[in-house]
């Protein structure tokens, strides 16, 4: 799957909504900006994990729900969420 802005979004509204069991329509959108990543795991690789040091092009999107804010990163090829209980996660990719 090939993510756009929309398309990224949505799938983070999709699994924080899940991860925290509540609705989507309980998750807001807190911002949206286009940021170049240090790597290709978008500044957010998982424990042990290696990725290339290229510059990788993409969005970082700020959720709001229960009172807290959660920060997925993501670009045309991947979605993952940064620093959720003390780790980064790969959503898709």
């Known amino acids: 799957m090939r993510f756009d802005r929309d398309s990224a979004t949505a ?3 999709h699994d924080l909504a899940g991860r925290l069991k509540i609705g989507e329509s309980d998750v807001s959108v807190s911002s949206i900006s286009e940021k170049d990543f240090p790597d290709m795991s ?3 690789p ?7 040091q290229m510059i990788s092009t993409g969005w970082e999107i700020k959720l709001g729900a229960n009172g ?3 920060e997925y990163r993501a670009d045309k ?3 993952r969420l940064k620093g ?3 780790g980064n996660h790969l959503i898709k990719g």
């Open 77 to 79: 090829y991947q979605l």
């Open 84 to 86: 959720f209980e003390g």
């Open 46 to 52: 998982e424990n042990g994990e290696m990725s290339a």
């Open 68 to 70: 807290k804010t959660y």
């Open 11 to 13: 799938a983070a509204k």
């Open 42 to 44: 978008l500044g957010a």
